[in-house]
T-cell receptor
Framework: GNSVTQMEGPVTLSEEAFLTINCTYT??????LFWYVQYPGEGLQLLLK?????DKGSNKGFEATYRKETTSFHLEKGSVQVSDSAVYFCALSDPYSGGSNYKLTFGKGTLLTVNP | SQTIHQWPATLVQPVGSPLSLECTVEGTSNPNLYWYRQAAGRGLQLLFY??????ISSEVPQNLSASRPQDRQFILSSKKLLLSDSGFYLC????????????FGPGTRLLVL
C-alpha cells in the first residue's frame, strides 16, 4: 500500500536558520502531495500542496517540490521564525471508492522548535 | 466560506463510560467526512470516512463507531471507553467527487481514566 516516511524529529533551530524536513513516499499511480502544519493544541492546517511532478507548492515562505524521480516532497524555508514552531505532517492522497474519492495517508509528523 | 466545528474541545471520561463526539460542517453540501485519531507522539490514524448520509466505512477494527445522521454532521461514538481510546480526535471534510484536499476541525482531546 501507499506510505509516507518523514525524517524523525524533533528538529530544533535558531531563529533565521534554514529549514529542511525530508519526506519520501511510496505510491502506485500519481498521488497529490501535501504538507500540513499543527500548532500546539490545534487541528491541522493545510500548508501547501502539489498535484503533479515538478510542481512547487509554496505558502508563508515554505516551499516543497514534487520530485517523482526521487519520490520526495521535502519541505524547506529559508529563514524560520519562532512562530513556525509546530508539528509538520507530510501526506499523500490515496484514492478509494472506485477512484472518485480520496483519503490521506500521513507521515508520523516532525516536531519543529524554533528558539529566539 | 466553509467552517468545521467539533465539540467538546476537551473531555475526561472514566473507563467503561459511553462517548459521543460531534462534528459539523457549514458552507458546503454533501462533503466527504473523516474521523482521525492522533495518539500522543504518533501520527494520524484514519478511523472512519463517509461519502454520504448513512454511509460509513471503517478503516481499523476498534471499540468505536461512527454515524452520519445528516449531510453535514458526523458523530463518533463508543458504548464503553477503554484506556487506549485516549487521544486527540480530529474531524475533516473534503469536497466530494474527486477533490483531494482535506480541511480539519480544531479537534477534541479525550482522556480516559
Amino acid at each position: 500500500g501507499n506510505s509516507v516516511t518523514q525524517m524523525e524529529g524533533p528538529v530544533t533551530l535558531s531563529e533565521e536558520a534554514f529549514l529542511t524536513i525530508n519526506c519520501t513516499y511510496t505510491a502506485t499511480g500519481y498521488p497529490s502531495l501535501f504538507w500540513y502544519v499543527q500548532y500546539p493544541g490545534e487541528g491541522l492546517q493545510l500548508l501547501l500542496k502539489a498535484t503533479k511532478a515538478d510542481d512547487k507548492g509554496s505558502n508563508k515562505g515554505f516551499e516543497a517540490t514534487y520530485r517523482k524521480e526521487t519520490t520526495s516532497f521535502h519541505l524547506e524555508k529559508g529563514s524560520v521564525q519562532v512562530s513556525d514552531s509546530a508539528v509538520y505532517f507530510c501526506a499523500l492522497s490515496d484514492p478509494y471508492s472506485g477512484g472518485s474519492n480520496y483519503k490521506l495517508t500521513f507521515g508520523k509528523g516532525t516536531l519543529l522548535t524554533v528558539n529566539p | 466560506s466553509q467552517t468545521i466545528h467539533q465539540w467538546p474541545a476537551t473531555l475526561v471520561q472514566p473507563v467503561g463510560s459511553p462517548l459521543s463526539l460531534e462534528c459539523t460542517v457549514e458552507g458546503t453540501s454533501n462533503p466527504n467526512l473523516y474521523w482521525y485519531r492522533q495518539a500522543a507522539g504518533r501520527g494520524l490514524q484514519l478511523l472512519f470516512y463517509s461519502v454520504g448520509i448513512g454511509q460509513i466505512s471503517s478503516e481499523v477494527p476498534q471499540n468505536l463507531s461512527a454515524s452520519r445522521p445528516q449531510d453535514r454532521q458526523f458523530i463518533l461514538s463508543s458504548k464503553k471507553l477503554l484506556l487506549s481510546d485516549s487521544g486527540f480526535y480530529l474531524c475533516a471534510w473534503s469536497v466530494s467527487g474527486g477533490a483531494e484536499t482535506q480541511y480539519f476541525g480544531p479537534g477534541t482531546r479525550l482522556l480516559v481514566l
